[in-house]
């Protein structure tokens, strides 16, 4: 095998942070090489530089022998080396076939040959595995799997001898993951090499061959073997903690707080029939289920930003009204949304804002903010929650992923919430920062908030709940404690609905 | 301008709009830096300190042109008297852009108001039936763009721009095209009245500015106005009311409209289906060389009103030269393609 790209001594700052600091990498043809690093480790940095995003500011990349400075991301995908980000850049209203081909369209005298194009498309959609596709599909009808699929073929469309993947499997449900994986496995036989990030270990055992890891903007480890390296010691690489996934512990024996959610019997057709279940008073209850069995659309019911065609909601024994959100955050609900950007905060505004904005009202002085107040009441909030930096005039949108969670959770501290939605709370979030989570929710959950926890990561949901409600295709299939449950029963039922 | 006692500690130490780039105020917020962060944050808050370097060099450009004359006292109040009709349509048209819309409709708005305030029947009833009238004309047509967009999930720039059409059909048809001489001599005396030697128009035009400040920066709706443009969907997972607000932010601009509409037939003595023309290309332009993001959640109203300034300033300057009309549209049209180009270096 040759080496196809070697990086060596990498620095890139910003004014105030050195993102990456002396990285190192070497990626060989026809390898899958992982990346490795928590949030702010300086992954998506590198892979910037390395895309032509960002001018490196020392150290050296040379791709296929020779070295290279990318002037633009064009210049790098000309060369060979494509980027897939985790947003993908693709245009909804356009065909597979134009997006695969978008800017270097096929054509004759400015008249696009839509028969060539197709045809060529069929061709790299082949070579995926993905022949099925149409080229005259719109993108914007596809699931993010397909879209994922398009993405690729377009890299290859630019004879991509390199792809760089930013965690593809965070928008994809385990069956869509192991079809990617079959993918990954066919480019790698055609020669071509990738680059895949992610935060989940096991992920990484499946696909990779070597691992290299980041920590602080500098290579920790290269070269390491990725399917034979202990869990152990990539974490600690990252971390210096032992453990991947640190839970605290359940406190001991059954709750008995008070009923605070009830859900009888909603509906919504298309999305999920019949779902009822309670949360009690300090009690974290788990949903599992797959992408698309209804999971998010049931906890979105709940909170009133969707109104069920049938059914109750109660809270504290009150029937809420349905499909009104302010109705539910008076009720004392709170939601963190599952797409923190797009749902969660308001990323022009400080850190501040974007905690008070729920509890707006109780600093309103016949009308006008209180704010002396509201700063005092947030920055003990956020010192609660440990945001780092902990300065609430600091830009939202310069926090970590964690941060930005936590500073979601202080929104609904603030307001002294009493039943928290957590709609895939850890997306996203470094491995060192969801252990912090989990202790943050569990002691939420000890000082009497009720919690109701979705997640696709099925250990989370095991490590993390008191109970367990599994969903699929819009049934609650079961609703029993977590201690009772193994991950295969529960992926069992998730998969194949076999009632417990 | 003044603030309340009880905010003035808190507005000291924080800067309006503080750290909105997390570059200019860093991290480090602890007591010995936070004089710094806050100052980095007033200057960025300045930022239409670029809009006043550009009225400085017109102020030059009308010196060196036009000599004493353009900054005579009455040269200065003339400007601002100009500024005074479009700078109060202006404020409603900062919160409706701010709030992630726009509207079309001022200009018609301000047209019906005038021809609604002015009809005989509103008339008879004295100058204070004509100025409620006008205000409620603006704030039910206001309204009603408000219920369609935010209730009938329409778009707001087919819903205002039906209602820039209808409201200045209707006034003609009110007006039968006809200008509607006002015979109260109250609302007429409006436009002529000085209070310690500035124009009554003047204090009224400084006065919603004010209160737009307030409203935009130190109340919870000004809160809710950055939330529901910045990030509709998460404003509304956060638990705001976001239609009601969006309805109530037309209501907002359709007073100011109102507002407007009183000073413009006090200006003139006259109602008329014409007024108000092309108020709302003046307005979003004021707006957006002002440095507010169309796509809202982002801007400031000091910005607005700095940049309806330069506008009439632009004007005054040519009518002292007497300069073409058509060399002024151009003039303006460079303007604004000037700030926005100025701004967005500012900010990348």
């Known amino acids: 095998m040759n080496a196809l790209l070697t990086v060596t001594g990498l620095v890139k700052s910003f004014p105030g942070v050195r993102a990456v600091d002396g990285a190192n990498l070497d990626v060989q043809e026809g390898e899958v090489h992982c990346l490795l690093g928590q949030n702010g480790a300086g992954k998506s940095t590198l892979i910037k530089v390395l895309s032509g995003a960002h001018k490196p500011d020392a150290g050296e990349i040379s791709w296929r022998g020779s070295p290279v400075s990318f002037a633009s991301p064009l210049a790098a995908l000309r060369a060979g080396l494509a980027t897939i980000y985790q947003e993908l850049d693709l245009v909804d209203g356009l065909t597979v076939a134009e997006n695969i081909f978008l800017g270097h369209e096929h054509s004759a005298l400015g008249f696009s040959r839509r028969r060539a194009a197709a045809e060529a498309a069929t061709a790299l959609l082949s070579r995926l595995g993905h022949g099925e596709i149409s080229p005259t599909r719109l993108v914007g009808s596809m699931s993010a799997a397909g879209k994922q699929i398009v993405s690729l073929a377009r890299a290859l469309s630019h004879n991509a001898r390199l792809i760089v993947m930013d965690e593809p499997s965070a928008v994809l449900d385990s069956g869509e993951v192991d079809n990617l994986f079959r993918v990954i496995a066919q480019l790698t036989a055609q020669g071509v090499a990738i680059i895949y990030i992610s935060h989940r270990l096991d992920e990484i055992r499946v696909v990779g061959d070597r691992v290299t890891v980041l920590k602080d903007g500098k290579t920790v480890a290269s070269g390491l073997p990725a399917k034979s390296t202990p869990t152990a010691d990539l974490v600690r690489l990252m971390t210096g903690r032992d453990t991947e996934y640190a839970f605290p512990a359940r406190p001991a024996g059954q709750h008995t707080g008070r009923e605070l959610l009830t859900v009888r019997d909603i509906s919504r057709p298309g999305e999920f029939t019949g779902v009822s279940f309670t949360v009690h008073a300090g009690e974290i209850v788990g949903l599992a289920g797959l992408v698309g069995s209804g999971r998010s659309e049931i906890v979105e019911t709940v909170y009133g930003a969707r109104k069920p065609a049938a059914g109750q909601i109660l809270v504290d024994g009150r029937r809420l009204r349905p499909g009104s959100v302010p109705a539910a955050v008076r009720a004392g609900m709170g939601l963190?949304?599952?797409?923190?950007?797009?749902q969660g905060l308001l990323l022009y505004e400080a850190v501040y804002r974007n905690v008070s904005v729920s509890s707006l009202a109780r600093y309103s002085r016949g009308g006008f903010v209180a704010r002396s107040r509201e700063l005092a009441d947030v920055a003990k909030a956020i010192g609660d929650l440990d945001v780092r930096p902990s300065d609430p005039r600091r830009a939202v949108r310069t926090l970590s992923g964690g941060n930005q969670q936590k500073v979601v959770l202080a929104r609904w501290l603030l307001r002294d919430c009493r039943l928290l939605i957590l709609d895939e709370p850890t997306r996203g979030v470094d491995v060192g920062a969801r252990g912090e989570l989990y202790r943050l929710i569990r002691e939420l959950a000890g000082s009497g908030v009720g919690v109701l926890l979705v997640s696709s990561e099925i250990p989370e949901v095991l490590g993390l709940a008191d109970r367990v409600l599994v969903v699929r295709a819009g049934r609650l299939l079961h609703d029993g404690p977590a201690a009772q449950l193994t991950e295969t029963a529960v992926l069992d039922m998730v998969m194949e609905g076999a009632a417990a | 301008m003044t603030e309340r006692t009880d905010d003035a500690p808190a507005a000291q130490g924080l800067g309006r709009r503080p750290a909105r780039e997390g570059l200019q105020a860093p991290a480090a917020g602890r007591l010995g830096l936070r004089l710094p962060a806050s100052v980095a944050g007033r200057l960025w808050e300045l930022r239409s300190l670029s809009l006043v370097g550009v009225l400085v060099l017109l102020a030059i450009a009308g010196v060196v042109t036009s000599g004493g004359n353009f900054l005579s006292v009455s040269n200065v109040l003339n400007i601002l008297v100009s500024s005074s009709i479009i700078g109060v349509v202006t404020v409603g048209m900062t919160f409706v852009i701010i709030g992630g819309g726009i509207d079309l409709s001022v200009g018609g708005l301000v047209a019906l108001a005038s021809v609604w305030a002015t009809t005989l029947s509103s008339q008879q009833y004295g100058a204070w039936a004509m100025v409620v009238c006008a205000l409620l004309v603006g704030m039910g047509a206001g309204l009603v763009n408000g219920l369609l967009i935010a209730y009938g999930r329409l778009v707001p720039f087919i819903v205002t721009l039906a209602?820039?059409?209808?409201?200045?059909?209707?006034?003609?048809?009110?007006?039968?095209?006809?200008?509607?001489?006002?015979?109260v001599q109250s609302i007429n005396n409006i436009a002529t009245t000085n209070v310690f030697g500035i124009p009554l128009l003047v204090i009224i035009f400084a006065a919603v500015v004010l209160v737009g400040w307030i409203v935009l920066n130190r109340t919870t709706f000004g809160r809710r106005t950055f939330a529901v443009g910045g990030n509709t969907e998460a404003a509304r997972l956060a638990g705001i009311d976001v239609r009601r607000h969006t309805a109530l932010l037309y209501v907002l601009s359709g007073l100011c409209c109102g507002i407007a509409a009183i000073m413009i037939i006090s200006l003139t003595t006259t109602g008329s289906s014409t007024h108000g023309d092309l108020y709302e290309l003046d307005a979003?332009?004021?707006?957006?060389?002002?440095?507010?993001?169309?796509?809202?959640?982002?801007?400031?109203?000091?910005?607005?009103?700095?940049?309806?300034?330069?506008f009439t300033t632009v004007t005054n300057i040519f009518v002292l030269n007497n300069l073409a009309s058509e060399v002024q549209n151009i003039a303006k049209g460079l303007i604004i393609v000037a700030a926005v180009l100025l701004q967005r270096r500012g900010t990348t």
């Open chain 2, 284 to 310: 979003i332009a004021a707006v957006i060389i002002g440095g507010t993001l169309l796509t809202g959640g982002k801007g400031t109203l000091v910005g607005s009103i700095l940049g309806a300034l330069v």
């Open chain 1, 336 to 342: 963190c949304p599952e797409e923190r950007k797009s």
């Open chain 2, 163 to 183: 209602m820039m059409v209808a409201s200045r059909g209707l006034a003609e048809a009110m007006s039968g095209k006809k200008t509607q001489l006002v015979t």
